[in-house]
């Protein structure tokens, strides 16, 4: 049915609910979670799903989904490697939530494309807004002031294949990189480092060319496999 201008608009000629499915080992969680959306977000269909093998099921059988939220066992050693099977059968967005996370979690998840990682933590409001801006196209993973904050983060040495000079990359734009993989805006970077972010801009695009690379996530993932764990720890670049 079609909306006619001027008279109020019927259920028949609203939109179809955006389909979501959250797959939690644990029911009360995900449980908790379809109740509040199901409440604050009427635009949305939440189903529950129990376990992998009944995502994959839904997956392979073709089933429409909008959005995919999985959440990782808390004993899980690697939630990426447990994610993986989903990754390779999910066409919609997959959103990970975790109980704990850290930059190199972060990065590793924005190289494996993922649209979203959130924390158990987070508030159920907070949850939803990520969602609604997944459904949107956008992407949301968490940024701690000390992953840019040179005075406060921890000295990370790069592997020797990243060492100065590598890949003819000069010490600055090594550092630069290891910014890029923690998923760090030119703006950011220019900050931490100290720099113009025309400056920063003109490093993203020299790494850019020498690893052959059309974007920032093929950068980080490109790295990633390499092994690159984080910015340079040169003093005095």
């Not at 609910?17 to 949305?44: G, Q, Y």
Request: with cysteine; glycine share 8%.
């Amino acid at each position: 049915m079609t909306a006619v201008p001027g008279q109020p608009l019927t259920l028949d000629a609203l939109p179809p609910r955006r389909r979501v499915v959250v797959r939690s080992a644990i029911r009360v969680s995900s449980d908790a979670l379809k109740t509040f959306i199901d409440a604050r977000a009427p635009e949305l269909a939440v189903d529950s799903c129990p376990s992998d093998d009944d995502l994959l099921r839904r997956l392979r059988a073709g089933e429409p989904l909008d959005l995919v939220v999985w959440q990782a066992n808390d004993e899980a050693a690697d939630p990426l490697a447990d994610l993986r099977p989903i990754l390779g059968g999910a066409t919609a967005p997959v959103i990970l939530v975790v109980d704990r996370y850290d930059a190199g979690l972060v990065s590793r998840a924005m190289a494996q494309g993922l649209t979203g990682l959130v924390a158990q933590t987070m508030s159920a409001d907070l949850v939803l807004c990520v969602i609604r801006l997944a459904l949107a196209g956008g992407t949301y993973f968490p940024c701690e002031p000390t992953w840019f904050a040179p005075a406060a983060a921890p000295e990370i040495v790069p592997p020797q294949g990243l060492r100065r000079g590598a890949l003819g990359l000069t010490p600055r734009q090594l550092d630069v990189l290891g910014y890029i993989c923690q998923g760090m805006s030119n703006k950011i970077i220019a900050r931490a480092l100290g720099m113009r972010e025309t400056t920063v801009k003109a490093h993203v695009m020299q790494i850019m060319r020498r690893l052959n690379a059309e974007n920032r996530t093929q950068v980080a993932l490109r790295v990633s496999q390499m092994g690159f764990a984080g910015p340079a720890a040169e003093k005095g670049a």
